[in-house]
């Protein structure tokens, strides 16, 4: 192989391959479609032209037909009228015309195949027209599908999953020992709060001991009742009876009567 076959060869691959990777699917059907409605167009053009040339041909052989015979009628009229160099003559004309009737209608013949062979590829090139126009919906509908496939996949690639994970399950473990220690402290609070009240309900107590204790071993003190630290402390019952409502009583002993009235007979 020569040198200039080889540098052909590789000038040749590398302009297909630029062509092949600058072909984009939806443009390359476009412009196919439009290139057959282009030859549809063409063979329109063409069928059309032949057809007018049939209807000339039939036009010519219908002329030369009808000349055919009228010459040929002439010729029996001569020869009707005894005139037999005259029918001679018009034999010679009918049998021109004759002639040009059998080569236009040969031509005829012809020219109606061709026209029947252009009608017939016409209408497959219309029914492959439709049939392209049809597969290059579907096959846009496809190329745009895996181009977006395509931009899925890609971004899904650049995407760590197994980091994301991860940093959401550390979050969730933060979460869960925030909300432990939420829950520690609210609860130790609370404890706190409950001994601070049991040690004020029971300081009292422990204070009315300490001053019994005091009282007995005071030797001026007659009685823990009856000292003034103990009056001072605990209210006459006398005093305590009269702080009551009156309302009160009442209601209570109308609750007794009531419940009294309820119980039978014994």
Wanted: aromatic share 4%; glycine share 4%; hydrophobic share 40%.
């Amino acid at each position: 192989m020569g040198l200039f076959d080889r540098i052909g060869r590789v000038l040749r691959s590398n302009i297909s391959a630029t062509v092949s990777a600058a072909e984009d699917p939806e443009k390359i059907l476009e412009q196919t479609v439009i290139d057959m409605q282009e030859d549809l167009v063409k063979l329109r053009q063409a069928v059309a032209g032949a057809i007018a040339s049939q209807k000339r041909l039939e036009q010519q052989y219908n002329q030369a037909q009808t000349q055919s015979d009228e010459w040929y009628r002439r010729a029996q009229l001569a020869l009707q009228k005894g005139d037999e160099a005259l029918a001679r003559e018009a034999l010679a004309r009918k049998q021109t015309f004759a002639t040009t009737a059998t080569s236009l209608k040969q031509q005829l013949d012809q020219s109606s195949g061709q026209v029947d062979t252009m009608r017939k590829g016409m209408m497959g090139l219309e029914s492959k027209i439709a049939e392209a126009k049809t597969k290059k919906d579907m096959l846009k509908a496809r190329a745009r599908a895996a181009q977006a496939t395509e931009k899925i996949s890609s971004a899904m690639g650049q995407i760590n999953l197994d980091s994301a994970t991860s940093t959401f399950d550390r979050m969730e473990e933060k979460v869960l020992e925030m909300e432990a220690k939420s829950a520690a402290v609210s609860e130790l609070a609370g404890d706190s709060l409950a001994d601070k009240f049991a040690a004020l309900e029971g300081g009292s107590d422990v204070d009315f001991e300490l001053e019994q204790l005091r009282a007995s071993m005071d030797p001026n003190s007659k009685s823990i009742t009856g000292t003034p630290q103990a009056q001072g402390a605990l209210p006459a019952a006398d005093e305590a009876v009269a702080n009551i409502p009156k309302a009160a009583v009442d209601a209570e002993l109308e609750k007794i009567r009531a419940q009294m009235q309820q119980q039978p007979p014994a």
